[in-house]
């Protein structure tokens, strides 16, 4: 990765990598402080404090795919001598069946050729590698027949100051890097191949990035797009070419490693992207807004794209912010937001399918004004392990709710928000659904507010 590894640090003890001597072509990457060894699926570093276990995850989900795929087709074909089928309908299942085959072979040949085959036993996750396989189509094969992807750029671009430079640049969730190409080819660099300063986009899914390491390569892509939902018959199992959007742009580096823990270095990033990941991937923005903070370099900007929309089994209710809570939190964590725009836009509109969905996307452009707000926090209310300190509150405070006099009535300079939490559930004063604690922290919050 050239001068890109003087920005990339270890995953488990976050010293600055460097290369290995014992890994032919190519070198691998190595903390020279833990001395961990990271290895790469082609040209793209594996970091993640366990990569041995990341890989073996893959493989167990290769052999998931592949018997899920071989089910499939016999249970297809097992369909199709059902008598008195519409004509249409035997069409639509032969077509689906006769795919499966060469649709498995090909996902296998993307990994088979950076080292990865199933694995021979084992149960995988309740992941699959194919769980992003429609944005693939989306970003490489729909337009022009569908275009997603340029009304996107422009939403964008439009939040962006007249005089606005990528320079250092990392991508959070980056998913086939589409959005980080053409950012790439907009804003070229004045510098040289070697001295340009990088793109790097990261995520941890790797069939998406597998593909635009292709792509970046110069070489095509074949897969099957198919459609649950499909129009028409025809529509039901369609060979797709993926191709490449435009020149390869030579600073764009590909990194599967944790957007939410990002092993990279901080206060260096000259522009920050998180597309369509703040809403699916972070537990909390409140306590990850910080570490984009601290990702970038005086000055520096975050650039957001994507929607509002959580799933309930990953994030609690207090956490799924919209639109105002964001910019409240983004000023909170230090940002100042210089343009925004909220507006719908249509999302996985597939070509083939009866199926997509319109969604309120907001486009943002901050900078890195100022320390964090909750840096003047005390440490307490970011933890809930911390011993809370007494509170004094002003003999005229009035507090407007009961569960409010409880939580002060508690707090008595040695237990934590987590003691509280205990003590209200077992007097039945909150309900054990899983916002507990989410509920002290808000009454502490608004305390710690009063006092002040």
Request: hydrophobic share 40%.
């Amino acid at each position: 990765m050239g001068g890109l590894s003087s920005l990339l640090v270890c995953p488990g003890c976050r010293a600055q990598l460097g290369a290995s001597e014992s890994s032919p072509g190519e070198p691998n990457l190595r903390c020279p402080s833990c001395a961990r060894e990271f290895p790469r699926l082609g040209q793209i570093p594996v970091l993640a404090a366990d990569p041995s276990s990341l890989l073996a995850k893959f493989r167990s989900r290769l052999r998931k795919l592949t018997l899920e795929t071989d089910a499939i087709e016999r249970h297809l074909l097992a369909e199709l001598v059902r008598p008195g089928l519409p004509r249409a309908t035997t069409s639509r299942l032969r077509a689906v069946s006769s795919a499966m085959p060469e649709h498995r072979k090909r996902v296998l040949e993307l990994f088979a050729d950076v080292g990865l085959h199933p694995a021979e036993r084992g149960d995988a996750d309740e992941g699959s590698l194919l769980d992003f396989v429609t944005l693939i189509h989306r970003d490489y094969a729909w337009q022009p027949e569908v275009d997603e992807v340029t009304p996107a750029l422009t939403r964008l671009l439009s939040v962006l100051p007249a005089d606005f430079r990528l320079g250092r640049t990392l991508v959070l969730g980056a998913g086939t890097a589409r959005l980080a190409w053409d950012l790439a080819l907009h804003f070229p660099q004045q510098a040289g191949p070697e001295d340009a300063e990088p793109v790097l986009a990261l995520d941890l899914n790797p069939l998406p990035l597998l593909v635009t390491q292709r792509l970046l390569a110069g070489r095509e892509v074949e897969l099957y797009e198919l459609p649950g939902h499909p129009r028409h018959p025809e529509h039901a199992a369609v060979r797709r070419t993926l191709r490449a959007p435009g020149p390869p742009p030579p600073n764009l580096k590909l990194l599967l490693a944790d957007g939410l823990e990002p092993p990279v270095a901080r206060g260096v990033w000259d522009t920050v992207i998180t597309p369509w990941f703040l809403d699916q991937v972070p537990p909390d923005l409140a306590t990850f807004l910080p570490i984009l903070h601290e990702l970038l370099a005086p000055g520096g900007a975050w650039l957001h794209t994507g929607p509002f929309v959580y799933e309930p089994s990953r994030t609690m209710p207090a956490h799924r912010y919209g639109v105002d809570e964001l910019l409240e939190l983004a000023h909170r964590a230090g940002f100042e937001v210089t343009r925004s725009k909220y507006e719908p836009a249509d999302y996985l509109c597939s070509p083939l399918s009866t199926q997509g969905r319109r969604e309120w996307v907001l486009n943002l452009h901050a900078v890195k004004a100022n320390a964090p707000a909750s840096a003047h926090e005390p440490a307490w209310l970011g933890d809930g392990a911390f011993p809370i300190p007494p509170l004094v509150l002003a003999p005229s405070t009035s507090l407007p709710l009961p569960i409010l006099e409880r939580v002060l009535a508690l707090i008595d300079g040695e237990r934590s928000a987590k003691d509280i939490t205990a003590r209200l559930l077992d007097e039945d004063l909150l309900a054990d659904d899983g916002n507990a604690e989410v509920v002290v922290q808000s009454c502490l919050r608004l305390l710690w507010k009063a006092t002040r």
